[in-house]
Antibody, heavy 112, light 108 residues
Framework: QVQLQESGPGLVKPSETLSLTCTVS????????WNWIRQPPGKGLEWIGV???????NYNPSLKSRVTISLDMSKSQLSLKLISVSAADTAVYYC??????WGQGTLVTVSS | EIVLTQSPGTLSLSPGERGTLFCRAS???????LSWYQQKPGQAPRLLIY???TRATGIPDRFSGSGSGTDFTLTISRLEPEDFAVYYC?????????FGQGTKLDIK
């Protein structure tokens, strides 16, 4: 059974860096495309980016200058870093394997 | 980027009725790589349909997807109480992947 679990700070200060980890179990990292998606409270879904073990990585142009997604195959983990955050980055952040499997999501609030 | 517009914004129906949800793309979706998701409050989205018309594993056959090019439809043949939720379409044929704004299906 494929399971994904996001983890990281729930509160980040404006202008600082948001860092999240997604731990994968029940699947090999080289099986899927690994996505990060976010959802501001009460709003719709926004695709952040995708990575693959082959090295291919693509980002949403609206976030590209601030975001980095990477894989740690030895730990079966996917990571997200978003720099220079503002209140507009407050959202539930999800990791997903293709679109098939999703983590439960983690709420990150940007506030001083 | 491809903009997806879902309609209606809200659909009010009763259990047992048929629900039809629409997703229109601003340009043709490559390979008809369009998915439908269901999301309930406090939960992650659940994949229902991929490649426009293929049901994901474990999805009841009352859910069906159709369409091609720029116009896609999700049909729920007979609504069950657990089907009342928000539904999103997503295209993954062109980068960046994009989502529609969602259709809320609520109980009449």
């Amino acid at each position: 059974q494929v399971q994904l679990q996001e983890s990281g700070p729930g509160l980040v200060k404006p202008s600082e860096t948001l860092s999240l980890t997604c731990t994968v179990s029940g699947a090999s990292i080289n099986t899927y495309y690994w996505n990060w998606i976010r959802q501001p409270p009460g709003k719709g879904l926004e695709w952040i980016g995708v990575t693959h073990y082959s090295g291919t990585t693509n980002y949403n142009p609206s976030l590209k200058s601030r975001v980095t997604i990477s894989l740690d195959m030895s730990k079966s983990q996917l990571s997200l870093k978003l720099i220079s955050v503002s209140a507009a980055d407050t959202a539930v952040y999800y990791c997903a394997a293709n679109g098939d499997y999703w983590g439960q999501g983690t709420l990150v609030t940007v506030s001083s | 980027e491809i903009v997806l517009t879902q309609s209606p914004g809200t659909l009010s129906l009763s259990p047992g009725e048929r629900g039809t949800l629409f997703c229109r793309a601003s340009q043709s979706v490559s390979n008809n790589y369009l998915s439908w998701y269901q999301q309930k409050p406090g939960q992650a989205p659940r994949l229902l349909i991929y490649a426009a018309s293929t049901r994901a594993t474990g999805i009841p056959d009352r859910f069906s997807g159709s369409g091609s090019g720029t116009d896609f439809t999700l049909t729920i043949s007979r609504l069950e109480p657990e089907d009342f939720a928000v539904y999103y379409c997503q295209q993954y044929g062109s980068l960046p992947c994009t989502f529609g704004q969602g259709t809320k299906l609520d109980i009449k």
